[in-house]
């Protein structure tokens, strides 16, 4: 609830134009509409200038086409992810305008015009990366910044890491993307002057623990300054980059 | 090593006024000094305008004194973390300069002039949590930042955090401090538009097994692009905040 | 064995109308009887006046159907928890009157008049939470309560919460449903003055670790006298709720 | 902030007796006072009348004596738990009418006149379990409740749990404490028609892991709407047993 | 290698009956065969008097016939377990005079006459703990003892318990298995004089992970003298009872 | 209660020796005694014939020598384990008739005379194990088995443990006792015919984990028939090992 | 880089044949080229004089053909490790010269000559660890030592493994492959005087958690100098067997 | 049992100088002798070329002096890890010509002239990880290799790693030592060619777990070739690695 709205049903009170009681019903209209499985709220996206996101996966096919087709009714743009191809053919035909990146297991519907902002590099450490790599590039691609991609620089062979780093070094804000032991987050966050994310993958095995391995790895980096996201949550890292060019190119 | 002073000596080879044994020797005396237990970084400092940090934890008193001593008589600004008053109390004459802060159990020397840019917000959730926001917080200080402190906020009384929201909304980043359960990280994750990190705490008992209960809450977090540092890591969060700082005020 | 029954054997011994040996005997002849793979008991039900329950879940069709009918037999209600709509579609002619809640994945078979009293308010933070939601909802109907659903009112957009609080607070007992980092937990737990039951759900990804961070966030909430059920357990808390409701109205 | 006080703020506004400028500060000024480290909110124990509680654990003599005396002077009822002998023995001369339980490490200062409503029953396993027994003991009394203790009857020795059902199930609420295996929640919880609340303790060696052997097995109880508090929070257990109390006798 | 062919084997050196270099090799002579993918022993079964084991999980068809038709051609008795029905199925052509338990999943072949001595109760806490104490009835059966099973005796109608009662505790050795939280190894543990081995099992849900909340409960029993196999290792329980046993009646 | 006493009382109210309500209230009337902090049941000894046993750890002097002194009145044996010399050099003139080992940091009072029945043999891996050995040994030995220690034949040098084996081999009951990887267990278990039981001991650093990598292993173990007892519980063991021996020379 | 080419390139700069600006542009140009999806490094087997390594899980159909043809083509030998023979159906056809060794899930193409220098002993302890010990003995082949296999001699009959001791003490270098409860390391450890890699598998059920506890006896093994490699690891422990053997050849 | 003393036995028995009974008992005459609480095998050291080692942690003082004197006494080397300044200040006196490393907490005794062969480099990351790194170089030093020592050469920094690369890679073995993330291991896996031997240290804080994080890291290093020994275990690694010297010195 903006401050200035209320500034404004308080002056209305004031001036005699709305009554305590009617003032009193109207705090309580908030601006989300009851779906009964989900509370959409139209007003985040304006107030943040970013897409509705739907985090599908736990959801059935009806519930991700009644929040998105809300959504578009709306005039939002929509971001969709955890969806895979399977699901996505299922349901493609309900969501028009609907582009599906299968890489990345996400899906968008972009109404509006988007200026971009901000500089964000995805930097992965293997192949096996790739998934989250390109649901983090996708997503802050849809937030509205430029992404540049570092794909398989893992440390293993640390030469392929420097031979790309001076356009690495260009991006605003810099996401690393490492399952196994995730000690690229490490190296990168050494030599780094921006802002590092890092995202565990769930990628390895034995010992890896589904990415626990690379997750304590990350938080217990050596370099100063890296945060760390969920494991194989590229989404939330994105969004955490996004945040931070928005403010960077305020 | 920067690429200016590559390009200048592959220029000298170049220009025959240094040999290529010379150049291949030069390349590897890197701006750093051995002193057998610690290398010393003095150009760190420089590269990113921030103090030189000695974490202390670990370390003799002797090896404290000797790295701070080393990096004082360089006429860089040094931050020493995780020192408790005990150890402060049997150094402090052997490190002019420094100023102690115990709450946050650690000292700074600083023999430059700082240039504060950009805003950071501190928020924690209880009164066991000071000791980590208070590194968070002068950690902040020391490295260039604007610090606001917001303390006992937690959503226990969530009309707490709520009647000082408008000041901590004017912060460029936002450092979340709470143990137990964490659940602060995800309140201020929903409601702020700036980056938001949080660092959980080793504050509770029983299951919270020394703060792994509220580090798994942030990661998990249900709000939008919060990263995490590691358990107690406000010294970390402080440096992630101030490097997106200089970002914003580049 | 009830303190009457007891006594009133004993008074039969006394008084010569029962033998010694005879007592012995009865005193071994328990009121449940063996089908071999599952001991039922049908006065349990009596006594606390709530149906009889099965947990499907490791059980075979056969047992099922076995179990459910000798229930049936005997006139009591009946609540079989964890069957899937596959499992149910095998063996719903085998149960006569079964009426399946396939969103909560239970059926009961209600041969007795049931007079609801007490109201629970069953309080769930994300659309995916809806299934475990839906499970203690049910299970708090088929026990006897009024029942309230306030769906997708996580933290993440901690107005939505706030805006239905004034329905949410009439309840008797409050169950918070919710994965992820399950702030809900303790944000209800904070301004609630009724008993708050949490149930943490396996939603989530990565280091959620099928809801042990919801659980841990739970455990260790910092608003006072939350309690807390296992993963999933939406039929325990129900049960719970249940029982707190049947002392209120006795 | 009571919707009573927000109405009549509005009429004032609507009657021109304040400003809507002045309205919107006075929304601000919410009943809690700062004293830099801890928020006090003195309206809580009003609210639901109960004690304000102090969590000692982790603060410095002087905030607890700080926080005491400040909530003292407000004249309200005061429950300071995890208060270990030694440090009572320090501040007990700065809190004039402190009553000190040494068994249970906690202090109370009663200034107002309880009626006890509510029958809890604290049932503990062993003679180890008897601190967190007694901390939930205390805690009930000063939430207001009638307390009856049993201790020692864990099931290794079944009969003795036996030989004291009927006091024990004449409560309102049980409240369980048991370490180790933690079995002693399942047998009470099926046997009881009362409200169970089960609290592991630390108590145990080797793989019992401070007390999570016992919180798993009480999670996983067999037995029907047993709820579990965190490990050694015997408060936590108390504080939601006198809810329930004061929800019966309302 | 037995002392008894050692001491003939020096003997007929000291006779001159064998060289020093033949005795040298004939010692490497063991007797058991290789069959390239597992080391047949089929002097175990001689030396134990018990049947050969082959443990099926994670072996091929082809190997589990192969092992089988050796050992049968040897006409040592064969039990091999974790055979699930599928792959029973597909092999029992080619083993004949195999006896399969499917909820065991189990086949036995029996070639010698076996003599049963000592009595072994397999005591069961749910319905869907069956298989794994059928694993232990059906071992323990096979390995040479009688075997009573008593099924669905949980801890949540402790009553059921203590009607069967006397027949267990004739048992020479109890088998206790239970999965959830597991209390009712410490129930049976407090009561009995017979040694008591438990088994968790992996049934339960959320916070039992597959069984470690049973395992923990059971390793902490507060009952003296329980001891615990692995999680749903009937086999194992029903083996150490065997080797009990037979040291009672040797 | 036994059933001749119950068989009795019930004959007595039949002959009308004793009325209903009397019969009621003996049957209430349990043979142990309250001392408010435990419940001494001096009937537990008769009915096992071995002695009662105090574990120590988490009691207060106090109350270590009010249940001795009351054991000791009532004539029956006692063992008190978990009674480090620095407590017991506190009590010790409080409890006349106590013999100590220190290594086993346990004490008895024995005022009756023992029949010893059974063979144990206690065999170690480590020096380091040697408390928990002697734990076990001397439990074993109070609970009236003879005896015999095998120390430090890990299985390192593997040539130590066969070099004893002959011995080791006659024993009734052999418990294993090892820390680190506690390979001991299955080595012994390998090639024993009579009953192992393995006691893990939190002896090794790092990822032992403090005795989990040695219990682990135990579980785990490839030889058939071997039981676990709780980390370090070399009492547990023995009481385990006694009540075999009796079943053997019953 | 080798320092070689370096010096030479300064040398060329140092001629004049090369300008300043050709060197830092040759300086980042490495010898990998970029696919996309995976830099494949042509030097690295050159270099250390083994096959390159694909780790096919976690990769696409079209991602191995892609990388495996681009190897091929630069005539270099080729090790594809985690491909199952379903996988390797699919897509054998579009890799020519492809040896597949199913029971190892790896296929190899080799084109160049290999000199076997170096004897690799592979030990391991059940049939079920088969597939991970074939996966260390044909990357050990593949990487140009000899083989030997020793299978089934785990130590639950130690007599195997001491029949084959004197064939496997010839190896240069031990691996030891074991799941369950992993004690064949320690044994082996013991014994060896060559050095010994050991490999944990997640063969095992229940609390060997799919070889947590096989690696914790490892890394606790209580023999000196053995090392250890992930869970299921067979290529790894391969990989350093045959670094060591080029080492002892050298 | 050496094979050449056995052969030399059988043919004393083909030569009848030796009785087969006599044979049979000198077979189990083997070369260790018992002290009760550790069994001391002087010939260990001879097989091996090595020192006899005690691992101190977890022996009395008396324990210790014990082994001790009896191996100076037989004249073989000893190396004692694990022994703190404190323990060793008590005890130097009775251990004549003991030289202690403080750094390392051990001591040694040498009688016998070790000539060394083959060079192993200690590389630690932090000035933290300095007394795992020191234990690793003594016990190198004490097994009969060449040392060299590289501190404080972290990924943070990875410069200061590449400024002594061509020092390092001149090893026979490289020993990583490193806490936190671990990540040195796996950039030094990535461009040695020697082997590498990771020990994962217990510096770090919060989510380090005592080194957990770091052993994770190393296990699951994407670098090829790695092996790891258990946390903190310098002395392990020193072990193995000096095995393989002697084997490429052989």
């Known amino acids: 609830m903006e401050e200035n709205r209320l500034k404004k049903l308080l002056e209305e ?6 009554t305590a009681a009617e003032a009193l019903d109207r705090l309580r209209t908030l601006p989300f509409e009851d779906m009964h499985y989900a ?3 139209h007003h985040r996206a304006l107030r943040r200038g970013i897409p509705e996101v739907i985090f599908c996966q736990g959801k059935t096919d009806d519930q991700i086409v009644g929040i998105s087709s809300r959504m578009i009714d709306q005039g939002v743009d929509l971001l969709a992810t955890r969806c895979d191809p399977v699901i996505f053919a299922r349901i493609e035909k309900s969501i ?4 599906f990146h299968s890489e990345a297991s996400l899906f968008a519907v972009i109404q509006n015009k988007t200026v971009r902002k901000g500089r964000v590099a995805v930097v992965s450490a293997g ?4 998934n989250v790599a390109e649901e983090a590039a996708w997503t802050a691609h849809y937030f509205g910044c430029e992404v540049d991609r570092f ?6 062979g640390i030469h392929r890491l ?3 780093w001076e ?3 260009k991006a605003d804000v810099i996401i690393v993307v490492a399952g196994m032991e995730g000690a690229l987050a490490s190296v990168v966050g050494g030599i780094a002057e921006s802002p590092v994310i890092s995202v565990p993958t769930s990628i390895g095995y034995g010992a890896s623990f589904g990415g626990v391995a690379a997750l304590l790895a990350m938080l217990n980096s050596c370099a100063g300054g890296v945060t760390v ?4 949550n590229g989404f939330g890292a994105a969004y955490a980059a996004s945040v931070i060019c928005k403010k960077i190119y305020r």
């Open 13 to 18: 009170v004031a001036g005699g134009r709305v």
């Open 39 to 41: 509370k959409v709220d």
């Open 96 to 99: 028009p305008g609907a582009v």
């Open 127 to 130: 192949t096996s990366d790739l």
């Open 151 to 156: 794909n398989d620089v893992g440390v293993a």
């Open 162 to 164: 420097f031979s790309c």
């Open 167 to 169: 356009e690495i070094r």
């Open 229 to 232: 996201v969920n494991i194989d």
